[in-house]
């Protein structure tokens, strides 16, 4: 039987995109959306329908930068819920954490993680800086603003580097190339970036071992992924770059593959598991998270991402150790929604007290 019960499933309005879509050079793809939003807004229509198998209103809100209107649509359905799909709002994704602000000051309950979390996580050296903080190892490293600053005298990090964005998820602008083995190639990514994103960078020591991915749904931790690169070409770095989730064509999409649960020692993965689930609380995570860490050579846990409000498409890594941990998509959605209904339930028992 259906509860009666509003759910508004919100999500980020596409936009069209110019930048190049690899993270290296290329020709713009005029009047196409990013890819990364493409295939999510198909899944959008397979959420609302799982979800109404459960509650008996389910309603979709488009965001855009028109404020006055999102409030006054969210007002006049005045949901339950408010299910948080927003990850950036006209392609800027820094207002994600803006975003759910919005929905705290309307006094509407929503799904996932709080803005100061999303914050805090959408830039690296904050999420760094707080892990430091609760003594979680992460990569030793340095951010940028101007290729001025970069300083090969001054330069104290250990090669082979990484470089990204400082404030940018689904991999945008890393690529084969991110991965660098001295000062030459380093300036000339540095450079890159800068010049095609117009965005800090951030330069971390590259560690060179098994790529985990650590699901946490609740207080839960799901069954760990292993992403593994068989079949990629000799000197292509093992990384997850953006051809790796969106350029189906390419050798890191068809290379990169997880294996689910991951093929460690349980003492491994006790440690693994333990540090996770330290992140996620360290962040002040809710309701879901994802936690990616890689392993040096001596299988030493470094925490390279924490991801708040990750993709649970059906085809995601996430919801890959959900069914592993033995609950349907749908039954996903459902444990989701009701994190955030009893929120609900338990602000209107502290209301009327």
Not at 19 to 39: C, F, M, Q, R, W
Not at 197 to 223: F, H, Q, T
Not at 323 to 339: P, R
Request: net charge negative; proline share 4%.
């Amino acid at each position: 039987m259906k509860q009666d019960k509003k759910i508004l499933v919100a999500y980020n309005a596409p936009v069209s995109i110019y930048s190049i879509y690899t993270g290296k050079p290329g020709e713009a793809i005029n009047g196409v959306h990013d890819l990364s939003e493409v295939g999510f807004l198909d899944e959008i229509n397979k959420i609302c329908t799982s979800l109404s198998k459960y509650y008996s209103c389910v309603e979709q809100l488009p965001i855009d930068n028109n404020i006055e209107s999102v409030i006054r649509k969210i007002d006049q359905f005045k949901p339950d819920v408010i299910f948080n799909f927003v990850e950036s709002v006209e392609g800027i994704t820094s207002y994600e954490y803006c975003i759910a602000g919005v929905y705290e000051l309307l006094g509407y309950q929503y799904t996932g993680n709080r803005p100061q979390t999303l914050g805090n996580c959408l830039n690296k050296s904050t999420t760094k800086n707080i892990l430091k903080a609760f003594n979680i190892d992460s990569p030793s490293y340095l951010t940028l603003t101007k290729i001025e600053e970069l300083d090969k005298k001054d330069f104290s990090l250990n090669f082979p580097v990484i470089v990204k964005l400082l404030k940018e998820d689904a991999s945008i602008g890393i690529s084969e190339n991110s991965v660098v083995h001295n000062f030459k190639n380093l300036s000339e990514q540095v450079e890159f970036l800068l010049n095609t994103y117009k965005s800090e960078i951030i330069i971390e020591e590259y560690i060179d071992g098994k790529e985990l991915n650590v699901a946490v749904l609740g207080n839960s931790i799901l069954p760990i992924s292993e992403i593994t690169f068989k079949g990629l070409p000799k000197g292509l770095p093992q990384i997850v770059t953006y051809e790796s989730k969106w350029i189906a064509d390419s050798d890191y999409y068809n290379s990169t593959k997880p294996v689910c649960p991951a093929k460690i020692s349980d003492k491994l993965k006790n440690e693994v598991e333990e540090i996770a689930i330290r992140s996620f609380n360290a962040l002040k995570c809710r309701d879901y998270a994802r936690v990616d860490i890689r392993l040096d050579k001596n299988n030493k846990p470094y925490v390279i991402e924490i991801n708040p409000n990750p993709d649970i498409s059906e085809d995601s890594g996430y919801y890959r150790s959900a069914n592993k941990f033995g609950l349907t998509y749908d039954n996903l959605l459902k444990c989701i929604s009701e994190f955030a209904l009893n929120r609900s339930l338990n602000d209107t028992k502290n209301k009327a007290v």
